[in-house]
């Protein structure tokens, strides 16, 4: 599903995923991808990250995050969605 040849990946992080730097690590890779969307802790304790572009840029972006931090990941469960246009670059949310 790509809307202009993007598409949305939402992804929850489970694992020791808050209080290490998680969420400063994701936003740093990010600037490496033509990657939008953001990265946010949940109350719950997993990170959420929704991120929007090519699909090739999300896979490489993706697979970055778990070659930098599979050490504090131990599940994830990811969705697919057509992309939305809607973020102007890639942040940390509060």
């Known amino acids: 599903m790509t809307?202009?040849?993007?598409?949305?990946?939402?992804?929850?992080y489970r694992g020791r995923v808050q209080?290490?730097?998680?969420?400063?690590?994701?936003?740093?890779?990010a600037a490496r991808f033509a990657v939008t969307g953001y990265v946010?802790?949940?109350?719950?304790?997993?990170?959420?990250?929704?991120?929007?572009?090519p699909e090739d840029e999300l896979d490489r972006f993706l697979e970055a995050v778990l070659d930098e931090l599979s050490q504090y990941i131990?599940?994830?469960?990811?969705s697919?969605?057509?992309g939305t246009g809607q973020f102007a670059r890639f942040e940390i949310r509060y």
């Open 3 to 12: 809307v202009g040849g993007h598409q949305q990946r939402e992804v929850f």
């Open 40 to 53: 946010r802790n949940l109350s719950d304790g997993r990170v959420l990250v929704v991120a929007e572009g």
């Open 80 to 82: 697919l969605k057509p």
């Open 74 to 78: 131990r599940g994830k469960n990811e």
């Open 19 to 29: 209080g290490v730097g998680f969420r400063y690590t994701v936003s740093r890779i």
